[in-house]
Structure formats: C-alpha cells, structure tokens
C-alpha cells in the first residue's frame, strides 16, 4: 500500500527492507483497536474482543521491528467486562503523564500500565447515572488531545457525558439528541460533535451548553449516524458515516446541511473512517466491502464528473470492522477483521 510519492526522505534502500504489511492473528474476533501515542512506545496497539459473554480480553501487541512479528505480551493482557465499544490510548505524545489506556463498554474506564511493564490494574471506573446500578451501555468516547484532563462518552441512553478523569467527576452531562448517541469526537478544548440515530450531527460548545448546532441530518428521515470523524489538521471538516450505507459524507461544518461530497467507491456499507493525523485533505474509509480506502480530498472544491475516485486501495481477507491511523507514526495505518489486526505502511 506504499504511495509512490514518499513525503520521508529516508534512503530508498531502507524502505525496502522493510514490509509494507505486518499481521497479528489475536484468538478471538476483534473489535476495539487503537496505537498507543507515546513516542517511546512504537508499533503498539490495544486490541478487544467481540464476545457474546460477560467476560471479553484485551490485548496490548507490539511489532519488532527486528524480526517483523506483532507479539503479544501476556503480562499485558486482562480480562474486560463485555466487548469495549472503544479504546484509546492517553494521547501523550511526549511521555509527560502516567501509561493510561481507556475503555468503554458498561462504563468508562481507565487502566494504568505499570512502569516496569509487568501488568496492567484499572484505576478509575466512570459511572455516569449514580441513582442507579444500571447503565446506558456507552457507544463510544473520544480523549480530549488539547486538554488530556478531559473525556467525553457517548450513550444508548441519549446522553453525552464529559468526565474530568484527574477529579474523577461529570463535568457536564447534557441530553444530546432525541435518540441513541453513537458516536462522539472533539473538535477543540471545548468544542464536540455528536452523531446519533436521530440522524443527525450536532456540535456542542461547552460554554454554551444549552445550544447545540445541527451540521447535517440524513436525508431519509430516521436514518441513524454510526460513526464520526473530526479532522483535527483543518477543524472545518468532519466525516460521518450512515447505518447501513456504503457512502461516506463529508461536512464543512461553515456550512451546515450540504455535504461537500460524498465518497461512494465502497460496495458494501462502510464501517470505519480515520482522518489523517498529518495531512488536512487525506482520510482513509474502510468497510464490509474488506477494502480500506484513502482519499485525496484537496480537490473536493471542485465538482467532480462521477464522484471522487480513492489514491490508494487495500483489500483485507474479510470485512473491516475497525481502522485507525498512527498519531505518533503517520505513515501507518491499522485495520481491524475477523481475528486479525494488520498494519499496512501507506
């Protein structure tokens, strides 16, 4: 999946002693998978797993780089209550904060690594609905990059809820849309954005927190929003996936309700969407369809005869369930399907 174009000046030579693709067979159907951010840890990933038990397993993988194998380290491996929905490693790039790696499922919660490597204990549980033993389970949350002190989730139970995680407190729970929130991303310190099964895609300020904007709603009454990407390099953008639909829309949020464009290549619903961390035009598109897609969007201005064609393309072995692209490593991308984890140099 190498672009010819190489933006790393590093020797030729180099380039080509390395793999374009290295793959990880996890012992069960993986779901939740994201990098870690820290420059000191390179090539690792957290991965879940899809059970329909009470008891799921998380892993944390690594590759070496010496031999090409993604191992994993049983020290770092531990048991979840039901299947993460998400998992995020602390978005510390330098090193600065505590090896935190969060989870959704039930609840929020926030695993510590130890030091020395030698195990992984949970050190906060979020319960957002204090009068009750019960849950909205959550569908999603997103770290706050600009400020690390803050999360936010996504609940079937219509909320959004931003937790201060060094407090261990709500910071702001407010009722997001009329139905199930799928789907949460930051846009700022104090800016998030929400798709639901409302259909629509709103965007919340926190310093007005009884107004929220409504960028875009599907145009099928009653079609839900799955997933939600914002694109931290040019925060005008965002992308939002539809149940069951293999487009993908794009928004400028100057100019609620007309998508800028729509990206119809896949041939079958699309699941997954990851901006580029480096780049403000690219984004990569992976779905049921096992093709994960980049885009090249500098050219979106302009209407296209027929639609916009990908840059790249990568068929995996089946459906792609999940895809998120390297904060620390942008010329890495990692997919997600069935049992395997693959991460492919792009």
Known sequence: ????????????NEQQKRSEIYTY??????????WSVRRDKKYRLAIASLLEQYTNHLEIVQLDDSNGEIRSDPNLSFDHPYPPTKTIFIPDKECQKPDLLATSSDFLRIWRISDDHSRVDLKSLFNGNKNSEFCGPLTSFDWNEAE??????SSIDTTCTIW???????????????KEVYDIAWGGVGVFASVSADGSVRVFDLHDK????IIYESSEPDTPLVRLGWNKQDPRYMATIIMDSAKVVVLDIRFPTLPVVELQRHQASANAIAWAPHSSCHICTAGDDSQALIWDLSSMSQPMEGGLDPILAYTAGAEIEQLQWSISQPDWVAIAFSTKLQILRV
């Open 25 to 34: 067979e996890a012992p069960w159907h993986i779901y939740a998978m994201n």
């Open 148 to 153: 690390p002190k803050r999360i936010g989730t």
């Open 1 to 12: 999946m190498a672009a010819s174009s190489d933006p790393n000046p590093e020797g030729s």
């Open 164 to 178: 201060d995680i060094e407090r261990e407190t709500v910071d702001t729970q407010l009722i997001a849309h009329d």
């Open 210 to 213: 009884e107004h929220s904007t």
